[in-house]
């Protein structure tokens, strides 16, 4: 069966749902570690970053070229 843009719609709707019964609680710790990290000098605003985006491009190329294994179609 095809699916049709009203199933994406749907499954959005549905996603949208179940997500407002989720509740994620973050520790005092890990809100720490999360504002040292983000405190880093790399992190911080006019840092040259286009380090993410070359391994960004590299991960992308490298899954470009999998392939299924034989039996595992």
């Known amino acids: 069966m095809r699916p049709t843009l009203e199933d994406g719609l749907r499954a959005l709707r549905e ?28 992190n911080q605003s006019g840092t040259d970053k286009s ?14 070229r999998v392939r299924p294994a034989a039996g595992d179609k």
């Open 15 to 42: 996603a949208t749902e179940l997500a407002k019964t989720i509740r994620i609680d973050l520790t005092e710790d890990y809100l720490h570690l999360i504002s040292v990290v983000e405190a880093l000098p790399r």
């Open 51 to 64: 380090s993410v985006w070359r391994a960004e491009r590299a991960f992308r190329e490298v899954f470009t």
